[in-house]
């Protein structure tokens, strides 16, 4: 088995499956994406003609691999370990998936969106577009905070794809529209998502690259 992860280490959909492949301790090589070098992105765009990240590539199955909830089903399928990342269940199963999409589609892209609008030239941003991905992140934290006031994980007792999903979005989210008082669950949510090893990690590797990460203007 060869394993290749094409990321970026403050990447918050890199994080995603990285936090799959140090869950099950799976073996794997990384290859460093830096958009800010054209090799470097010539070289990516072959494999991922989007240009987005990650991809896995497993040379062992001659199979390119993109999207992080993709990845870390093909891991699971592939590569299984100790971690289960969807239950056997059809129904959870299911359940798993959705919590997935939420976190993807309702904390991590508007917390992508505000993000990208810091990256702006200053005569292009957009802060009404800005509030408005602020109050969606703040009606998915009432989400979340519901959730989790009962819930250790996403799921409940199990570490499954949908914390793999809710660890770099809600890490990112907090500092783009902090959570607050009001959200204490889900402050606490992200408080053991950041205990879990897998991620410490992952955030610990990331370290280097923080000052990279656009501050509010
Ligand atoms: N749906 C994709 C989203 C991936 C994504 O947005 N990746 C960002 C990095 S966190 C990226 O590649 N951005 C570069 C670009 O958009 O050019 C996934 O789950 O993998």
Same mark, same amino acid.
């Given at each position: 088995?060869?394993?290749t992860y094409h ?8 994080? #995603? ?5 140090? @869950? ?8 460093? =994406?830096?958009?800010?070098?054209? /090799? ?5 765009? #072959? ?19 993109? @999207? ?15 971690? %289960? ?9 299911? /359940?798993? %998936? ?8 309702? =904390?991590?892209?508007?917390?992508q969106r505000v ?14 577009? =800005? @509030?408005?991905? #602020? ?10 905070? %519901? @959730? ?20 770099p979005a809600l890490?990112?989210?907090? #500092? ?11 402050? /606490? ?5 950041? /205990?879990?090893?897998?991620?410490? %990690? ?16």
């Amino acid at each position: 088995m060869a394993l290749t992860y094409h990321y970026h280490p403050l990447a918050s959909f890199c994080w #995603k499956a990285l936090i799959a492949l140090y @869950e099950n301790d799976t073996p794997f090589e990384t290859v460093l =994406v830096d958009p800010a070098d054209e /090799q470097s992105r010539a070289a990516f765009l #072959k494999l991922s003609p989007l240009g987005k990240m990650p991809v896995l590539h497993d040379d062992g199955r001659n199979r390119t691999i993109p @999207e992080s909830s993709i990845i870390i089903e093909y891991l699971g399928r592939h590569y299984p370990g100790a971690t %289960r990342f969807l239950p056997e269940d059809p129904d959870l199963d299911l /359940q798993t %998936r959705l919590r997935d999409r939420f976190y993807d589609l309702y =904390v991590h892209d508007p917390m992508q969106r505000v993000v990208a609008d810091r990256l702006r030239p200053a005569d292009r941003k957009d802060s009404y577009g =800005v @509030e408005q991905e #602020k109050t969606k992140l703040r009606n998915a934290y009432a989400i979340i905070e %519901r @959730e989790m006031a009962s819930n250790h994980w996403a799921m409940g007792d199990d570490f499954t794809l949908a914390d793999c999903a809710a660890a770099p979005a809600l890490f990112y989210a907090n #500092k783009v529209e902090p959570f607050g008082e009001a959200h204490g669950h889900v402050a /606490q949510y992200l408080g053991r998502l950041m /205990q879990r090893p897998s991620f410490a %990690r992952v955030v610990e590797e990331a370290q280097p690259y923080f000052r990279l990460f656009p501050q509010e203007p």
